[in-house]
């Protein structure tokens, strides 16, 4: 049986990377050039990884389901990219990154991971800039910061309200001129189906060429995980629409074990949904919540007024407006974490306060940040008694500047111009925290299979904290995969090309193949997308943002009856040997059938609340989340067995020997 | 609202492709127009024929995905925005619309409305990035300071999501405003200067080997392009080309 061992270096934190480093073994560089490495995922996490292996001299084959890796849901992401770099003088530092990461995650990640996260923030700015990556510059032609929820330095690079994209698109040329070079082998429009095992070390690939619908056998010394989270799991999230969770869940069939599923983030800051036939929910970026400030009315009979539609905001005085992040938490106000913002956000609309038809969505009103900009801006340009509208125009030009692209966004989306009224936003299904179990090496439970970025599980414990996706990501793949995977790779220097022609491969294709075959024969009555909506339903409203016993046992025996009728009803028009988008849909959701099982039942066994997690037997009087040091701090690592309703858990104890375990306020 | 919708349907690459007409009815004008197109492959699905493949990922105009010539237009009607932030508000009850994939040599359809895009790919390849080493052993960030005005000059060129909607609006299938803004951003940078003249004239020659048309000074990439990537870089580009030409 496989058992747990983080790898976690001896040491005092503070050397335990350094000194990691200087011991490991280096495979030389004439004999990287026989060594294969697969990367499955080319967002943040895979491209960075895939850049710097082929860097260093190790032929990459990269797989991506999209026609580039430029379009890699890490393209998405807005708001920045936390590095402790101290421009600002505000007193930050790796130590200060360290504890605010694991205080926001909720005491439910590795130290050792996260302090190394720290300590190599800094140098992706570095290397980023060196890219030529368009970080937001001040006059003086230094980098800019801004700050995000659950702390209290100004430590986020930006790039407009496009940061993802441009860190995206840095690696990605990266790739290319590694593509140009030869040093990758670039597999677009490839969807990974199976890991390939060969005496219990991860030898290749099963993957399917989505235009041809050809399956294909890779082999290489190592394979490497980057494949993001499984927010789809909800059908509605703010994941794109292709986001699945197929390499990470097929994996661990394979061996690797799947850590804390139920730790999952919902985003407070989120355009409500409108109706039934939204195929997903787009973000609005936390760093919106640097200006805008959110409320909802004081009094119930004027909330009652909005979602009739015979009220609005603008007509409701200050002082019967509910600032209610202001109100509960002084010291962080509207920058509280993720977790606690969308909690206190259901809370209010629970109570009956919100703000649209159906009572689910608060404001986030930037008129108070565009009277002090347009103020500031006056006297700046020697504007002596400016009158209301002038100051409106140049605090609304400041905005702009700052949040252009999302406001535009949201007037395209909701039909309403946010500079005049305030935006609605309610929290939806984000980031997924739980993933893929690996130690200190970045590796799975199963021997040289290695996964990074958000498809892992080490960093972000039970919460993230805004602008870390984009730093860890790049952190696995520029900088601790690169190192990690080495002393491994050094033991395999004398292998040889893995040869495809073997049993193991047969086999993995065969079932591949069969299971591909079955859909297309199946001739059922439903198709796809209604049994993702059933899920993604179960999911939202019994394992969503708040959560208990009652409901998490229902959530597990429907799923299996969903899943059940899956696979004797489903239907998939189409053929085989040919792109069918139907086909992919199918091997996707009946992946995310399961891991909807397994998450619901790590739900049901995790007696706290914590971060992302919110059980709601488990509360303190004022309402905030009640974690069980005592009998939680622990990794939840499940190992497959056959069936999500047997698989075994295994627990990684966590260790806090730099951070005190303290109740987390934000008070 | 009710619509009549006439789509590019083709097999495969090889295959010969043709118009197909489909009703929809009661759509919401709060759906996107892609959510139109998914509720019309739910009904396909439900009456067994294969659905119509379309590219779209994101939803949130962003990833450069999503693709369809809409009545003639690259991304629909609406000016700068993607397709999947198109929404069914800007179409009245009993229209009828014409949904096509992008048309042009260099992009040649694999499926319905998917085409292959990669000769963008081969471009970026032949030189569309600063070639540093990965390692994170470069100097400080802000050892290398950039003027706000390049900064925000450099982002805006950046801020391609390399969609291909200039290409298919343009009578002449040119490729110049999505290679222009990859060249302008890393030339309105003294990282991206070193190596400025190998770039473009690389970057150049690969664009005319893909089989992409010229410029003729139409503009009509600019007014479809859903990030408003200005004319300014293609003039950028000639300067850029002319320099290294010299």
């Given at each position: 049986?496989?058992?747990?061992?983080s790898?976690?270096p001896?040491?005092?934190?503070?050397?335990?990377?350094?000194?990691?480093?200087?011991?490991i073994?280096?495979?030389?560089?004439?004999?990287k050039?026989?060594?294969?490495?697969?990367?499955?995922?080319t967002?943040?996490?895979g491209?960075?990884?895939?850049?710097s292996?082929?860097e260093?001299?190790?032929?990459?084959?990269?797989?991506a389901y999209?026609?580039?890796?430029?379009?890699?849901?890490s393209?998405?992401?807005?708001?920045?990219?936390?590095?402790?770099?101290?421009?600002?003088?505000?007193?930050?530092?790796?130590?200060?990154?360290?504890?605010?990461?694991?205080?926001?995650?909720?005491y439910?990640?590795?130290e050792?991971?996260?302090?190394?996260?720290?300590e190599?923030?800094g140098?992706?700015?570095?290397?980023?800039?060196?890219?030529?990556?368009p970080?937001?510059?001040?006059?003086?032609?230094?980098?800019?910061?801004?700050?995000?929820?659950?702390?209290?330095?100004?430590?986020?690079?930006?790039?407009?309200?496009?940061?993802?994209?441009?860190?995206?698109?840095?690696?990605?040329s990266?790739?290319?001129?590694?593509?140009?070079?030869?040093?990758?082998?670039?597999?677009?429009?490839?969807?990974?189906?199976?890991?390939?095992?060969?005496?219990?070390?991860?030898?290749?690939?099963i993957?399917?060429?989505?235009i041809?619908?050809?399956?294909?056998?890779?082999?290489a010394h190592?394979?490497?995980i980057?494949t993001?989270?499984?927010?789809n799991?909800?059908?509605?999230?703010?994941?794109?629409?292709?986001?699945?969770?197929?390499?990470?869940?097929?994996?661990?069939?394979k061996?690797?074990?799947?850590?804390?599923?139920?730790?999952?983030?919902?985003?407070p800051?989120?355009i409500?949904?409108?109706?039934?036939?939204?195929?997903?929910l787009?973000?609005?970026?936390?760093?919106?919540?640097?200006?805008?400030r959110?409320?909802?009315?004081?009094?119930?009979?004027?909330?009652?007024?909005?979602?009739?539609?015979k009220?609005?905001?603008t007509?409701?005085a200050?002082?019967?407006?509910?600032y209610?992040?202001?109100?509960r938490?002084?010291?962080y106000?509207?920058?509280?974490?993720?977790?606690?913002?969308?909690?206190?956000?259901?809370?209010?609309?629970?109570a009956?306060y919100?703000?649209?038809?159906?009572g689910?969505?608060?404001?986030?009103?930037f008129?108070?940040a565009?009277?002090?900009?347009?103020s500031?801006?006056?006297?700046?340009?020697g504007?002596?008694?400016?009158?209301k509208?002038?100051?409106t125009?140049?605090g609304?030009?400041?905005i702009?500047?700052?949040?252009?692209n999302?406001?535009?966004m949201?007037?395209?989306i909701?039909?309403?111009n946010?500079?005049?009224?305030?935006?609605?936003?309610?929290?939806?299904?984000?980031?997924?925290?739980?993933?893929?179990?690996?130690?200190?090496?970045?590796?799975?439970?199963?021997?040289?299979?290695?996964?990074?970025?958000?498809?892992?599980?080490?960093d972000?414990?039970?919460?993230?904290?805004?602008?870390?996706?984009?730093?860890?990501?790049?952190?696995?793949?520029?900088?601790?995969?690169?190192?990690?995977?080495?002393?491994y790779?050094?033991?395999?220097?004398?292998?040889?090309?893995?040869?495809?022609?073997?049993?193991?491969?047969?086999?993995?294709?065969?079932?591949?193949?069969?299971?591909?075959e079955?859909?297309?024969n199946?001739?059922g009555?439903?198709?796809?997308?209604?049994?993702?909506?059933?899920?993604?339903?179960?999911?939202?409203n019994?394992?969503?943002?708040?959560?208990?016993?009652?409901n998490?046992?229902?959530?597990?025996?429907?799923?299996?009856?969903?899943?059940?009728d899956?696979w004797?009803?489903v239907?998939?028009?189409?053929?085989l040997?040919?792109?069918?988008?139907?086909?992919?849909?199918a091997?996707?959701?009946?992946?995310f059938?399961?891991?909807?099982?397994?998450?619901?039942?790590?739900?049901?066994?995790?007696?706290?609340?914590?971060?992302?997690?919110f059980?709601?037997?488990?509360?303190?009087?004022?309402?905030?989340?009640?974690?069980?040091?005592?009998?939680?701090?622990?990794?939840?690592?499940w190992?497959?067995?056959?069936?999500?309703?047997e698989?075994?858990?295994?627990?990684?104890?966590?260790?806090?020997?730099?951070?005190e375990?303290?109740?987390?306020?934000?008070? | 609202?009710?619509?009549?919708?006439?789509?590019?349907?083709?097999?495969?690459?090889?295959?010969?492709?043709?118009?197909?007409?489909?009703k929809?009815?009661?759509?919401?004008?709060?759906?996107s127009?892609?959510?139109?197109?998914?509720?019309?492959?739910?009904?396909?699905?439900?009456?067994?024929?294969?659905?119509?493949?379309?590219d779209h990922?994101?939803?949130?105009?962003?990833?450069?995905m999503?693709?369809?010539h809409?009545?003639?237009?690259?991304?629909?009607p609406?000016?700068?925005?993607?397709?999947?932030?198109?929404?069914?508000?800007t179409?009245?009850d009993?229209d009828?619309?014409?949904?096509?994939?992008?048309?042009?040599?260099?992009?040649?359809?694999?499926?319905?409305?998917?085409?292959?895009?990669?000769?963008?790919?081969?471009?970026?390849?032949?030189?569309?990035?600063?070639?540093?080493n990965?390692?994170g052993?470069?100097?400080d960030?802000?050892?290398?300071?950039?003027?706000?005005?390049?900064?925000?000059?450099?982002?805006d060129a950046?801020?391609?999501?390399?969609?291909?909607?200039?290409?298919?609006?343009?009578?002449?299938?040119?490729?110049?405003?999505?290679?222009?803004?990859?060249?302008?951003?890393f030339?309105?940078?003294?990282?991206?200067?070193?190596e400025?003249?190998d770039?473009v004239?690389?970057?150049?020659?690969?664009m005319?080997?893909e089989?992409?048309?010229?410029c003729?000074?139409t503009?009509?990439?600019?007014?479809?392009?859903p990030?408003?990537?200005?004319?300014?870089?293609?003039?950028r580009?000639?300067?850029?080309?002319?320099?290294a030409?010299?």
């Amino acid at each position: 049986m496989t058992t747990l061992n983080s790898r976690v270096p001896e040491g005092p934190i503070k050397d335990k990377w350094t000194t990691y480093k200087e011991n490991i073994d280096l495979v030389n560089p004439a004999n990287k050039r026989n060594i294969d490495i697969i990367v499955v995922g080319t967002g943040l996490a895979g491209g960075s990884a895939a850049a710097s292996l082929a860097e260093l001299g190790y032929n990459v084959k990269a797989f991506a389901y999209q026609d580039s890796p430029r379009r890699a849901h890490s393209i998405a992401a807005q708001g920045g990219i936390n590095a402790a770099k101290n421009y600002q003088n505000d007193g930050d530092s790796n130590y200060r990154l360290f504890y605010d990461t694991v205080k926001g995650g909720d005491y439910r990640s590795r130290e050792a991971n996260v302090y190394r996260l720290a300590e190599v923030s800094g140098a992706i700015i570095d290397q980023c800039v060196a890219q030529g990556v368009p970080f937001a510059r001040d006059y003086g032609g230094l980098l800019d910061n801004r700050s995000f929820g659950g702390v209290l330095v100004s430590r986020t690079f930006y790039a407009k309200g496009q940061t993802g994209q441009q860190l995206l698109l840095g690696c990605y040329s990266a790739m290319n001129r590694q593509i140009a070079r030869g040093k990758i082998e670039m597999f677009n429009r490839h969807e990974m189906l199976d890991v390939v095992k060969i005496d219990g070390k991860a030898r290749g690939i099963i993957a399917r060429n989505l235009i041809t619908g050809e399956l294909e056998r890779h082999s290489a010394h190592a394979v490497v995980i980057a494949t993001g989270g499984y927010g789809n799991v909800y059908f509605l999230s703010t994941n794109a629409m292709g986001s699945n969770a197929t390499a990470a869940w097929k994996v661990h069939k394979k061996g690797a074990f799947f850590a804390n599923p139920c730790m999952t983030q919902i985003h407070p800051t989120c355009i409500p949904r409108s109706g039934d036939y939204q195929s997903k929910l787009t973000l609005m970026s936390e760093s919106l919540r640097n200006d805008g400030r959110i409320w909802v009315p004081a009094k119930i009979e004027d909330a009652k007024a909005i979602q009739q539609g015979k009220l609005k905001p603008t007509e409701i005085a200050e002082e019967d407006r509910d600032y209610y992040l202001e109100r509960r938490y002084p010291a962080y106000g509207n920058l509280v974490p993720r977790d606690v913002a969308s909690r206190a956000a259901k809370e209010r609309c629970d109570a009956g306060y919100g703000v649209n038809a159906t009572g689910e969505a608060v404001y986030l009103d930037f008129a108070s940040a565009i009277h002090r900009y347009g103020s500031e801006q006056a006297k700046i340009h020697g504007i002596s008694n400016p009158s209301k509208e002038k100051i409106t125009e140049l605090g609304e030009a400041v905005i702009e500047e700052k949040y252009g692209n999302l406001f535009q966004m949201y007037e395209k989306i909701v039909d309403d111009n946010p500079y005049k009224t305030p935006m609605m936003i309610y929290p939806a299904t984000h980031y997924t925290m739980g993933g893929v179990w690996v130690d200190y090496n970045l590796m799975t439970t199963v021997d040289g299979l290695y996964c990074i970025g958000e498809a892992n599980f080490s960093d972000h414990g039970a919460n993230r904290l805004g602008a870390s996706a984009l730093m860890q990501g790049l952190a696995d793949g520029y900088f601790v995969l690169p190192y990690t995977i080495g002393a491994y790779l050094s033991k395999d220097i004398r292998t040889g090309k893995i040869p495809t022609d073997t049993k193991e491969f047969d086999e993995a294709e065969k079932q591949a193949q069969e299971r591909l075959e079955f859909f297309i024969n199946n001739k059922g009555t439903h198709s796809v997308d209604y049994y993702h909506k059933k899920l993604g339903l179960v999911m939202w409203n019994k394992v969503g943002m708040a959560r208990n016993e009652k409901n998490l046992k229902e959530a597990i025996k429907e799923i299996q009856e969903i899943r059940e009728d899956f696979w004797k009803n489903v239907k998939v028009p189409g053929e085989l040997n040919e792109m069918n988008v139907e086909l992919e849909k199918a091997g996707r959701v009946a992946d995310f059938l399961e891991l909807g099982e397994l998450f619901a039942k790590d739900a049901l066994e995790r007696n706290e609340s914590c971060g992302g997690h919110f059980r709601e037997e488990y509360v303190t009087e004022d309402g905030e989340a009640l974690r069980d040091d005592e009998n939680y701090a622990y990794v939840a690592a499940w190992e497959y067995t056959g069936k999500p309703s047997e698989a075994i858990l295994h627990k990684e104890q966590l260790e806090f020997k730099d951070i005190e375990l303290k109740t987390r306020s934000y008070k | 609202m009710d619509l009549t919708l006439k789509i590019w349907r083709q097999k495969g690459p090889q295959e010969k492709g043709q118009m197909v007409e489909y009703k929809v009815t009661d759509i919401s004008e709060h759906m996107s127009f892609l959510e139109m197109m998914d509720v019309l492959n739910e009904s396909l699905v439900a009456k067994n024929e294969v659905p119509i493949a379309f590219d779209h990922d994101c939803r949130e105009g962003i990833c450069g995905m999503c693709s369809l010539h809409i009545n003639g237009e690259p991304h629909g009607p609406d000016r700068g925005i993607t397709t999947c932030q198109l929404h069914m508000r800007t179409f009245k009850d009993g229209d009828t619309i014409y949904i096509e994939p992008w048309r042009a040599k260099a992009f040649p359809v694999i499926k319905d409305l998917i085409v292959d895009r990669n000769a963008f790919e081969r471009i970026q390849q032949a030189g569309g990035y600063i070639s540093v080493n990965t390692s994170g052993n470069t100097q400080d960030a802000n050892a290398i300071p950039i003027s706000k005005h390049n900064a925000d000059l450099s982002m805006d060129a950046a801020a391609c999501i390399g969609c291909g909607a200039c290409v298919a609006s343009c009578k002449n299938s040119s490729a110049m405003l999505f290679v222009s803004a990859k060249v302008s951003q890393f030339a309105l940078l003294p990282q991206g200067r070193v190596e400025a003249a190998d770039r473009v004239r690389n970057m150049v020659a690969q664009m005319d080997a893909e089989g992409f048309g010229n410029c003729t000074n139409t503009g009509a990439c600019e007014v479809e392009c859903p990030k408003g990537i200005s004319l300014d870089n293609i003039a950028r580009m000639n300067r850029e080309y002319l320099k290294a030409s010299i």
